[in-house]
């Protein structure tokens, strides 16, 4: 597969397109004829559900945006072989790759980090790289990272080894993004929660600052008695969006707390710390025979 489909989308797009519930004997030949007709394929990838009835899904990347949406436009809840099929725009898992850390296979064993970094060092600026060691033996595993400065010169590297030159020289590294790590993870989606909310109250603030369109007319009484309680309505709704954005900044700083919660304390010590609370704790039934004893 191609690195459009895979790896290097960033945003939504018609070109790339996900499709769904396809029949359980269908295979490759089949998902590339079905959407054939609508336009130059650059890419394709097709796949199982490893559980349930094992339909089929995959991507299409189109030549252009056009044919993408009419493919979504025409097969979209379609039946084939009994079996509505669902086609709509594929999303980019960016989250979970890293924009600058790629990720190296079939590293030849003899290579140390140094000749990792000079290797890549020719095509693109390079800040670190690493590769992987087995601890008990001291032995390479045939896979390491490389820290690029920046997305393009990730995006450089990456096309230059998984296009034209990657077997030049007897080398065949296969390079992709490396993935982030899962705290990582947590924490850049609470970020990214953070950010929003903290943008949608600087806008707020921004509407509540600028002028009002009547504001004379709001300043006296008798104008607004025929109305009613529309103002009283207006004033909630203005005390309430106040309100939203530090309900939501709250929410999302425990959100953050969690994350740095869930980061630090592993699985395993918490469970050594209820074992220890369950062994302090004393029983209902020793309390009990303790009173008897006295009693008697």
């Known amino acids: 597969t191609s690195n459009g489909v895979t790896r290097e989308r960033h945003s939504t797009s018609n070109k790339v397109i996900f499709v769904d519930n ?10 590339v004829e079905l959407f054939r007709r609508f336009g130059e394929i650059l890419d394709v990838k097709f796949m199982k559900h490893k559980t349930g009835a094992e339909t089929g899904y995959g991507f299409i990347e189109f030549d252009t945006e056009a044919s993408g949406r009419m493919a979504i436009a025409e097969l979209h809840w379609s039946v084939i072989d009994g079996r509505n099929i669902r086609v709509s725009r594929a999303k980019p898992s960016v989250a979970k790759l890293s924009c600058t850390n790629l990720y190296i296979e079939n590293v030849p064993l003899d290579w140390t980090n140094d000749r990792l970094e000079s290797h890549f060092s020719k095509i693109c600026e390079v800040t670190s790289a690493r590769v992987l060691i087995n601890r008990r033996n001291d032995e390479s595993q045939g896979v390491g990272f490389v820290h690029c400065k920046s997305h393009d010169d990730a995006r450089k590297a990456l096309l230059w080894f998984n296009k034209k030159h990657r077997e030049k020289n007897g080398l065949q590294l296969n390079v992709k993004f490396a993935k982030l790590p899962r705290n990582k ?6 970020q990214k929660v953070f950010d929003k909310v903290q943008d949608w109250d600087n806008k707020s603030q921004c509407v509540e600052d600028s002028p009002k369109s009547h504001p004379e007319s709001s300043k006296e ?28 900044m709250k929410s999302c700083g425990k959100l953050l707390e969690v994350c740095s919660k869930s980061t630090s304390r592993s699985p395993k ?21 303790d009173c008897d004893s006295d009693a008697r």
């Open 269 to 289: 010590n918490s469970r050594r710390i209820k074992r220890k609370k369950r062994r302090a704790k004393p029983t209902g039934k020793r309390k009990s025979t």
């Open 22 to 31: 396809l029949p359980s004997h269908w295979f490759k030949k089949e998902f």
């Open 185 to 190: 993870r947590k924490a850049h989606k609470c």
């Open 221 to 248: 009484g008798d104008v607004f008695h025929e109305v009613g309680n529309e103002v009283d309505t207006s004033q909630s709704k203005q005390n309430s969006s106040k309100q939203k954005p530090q309900d939501y």
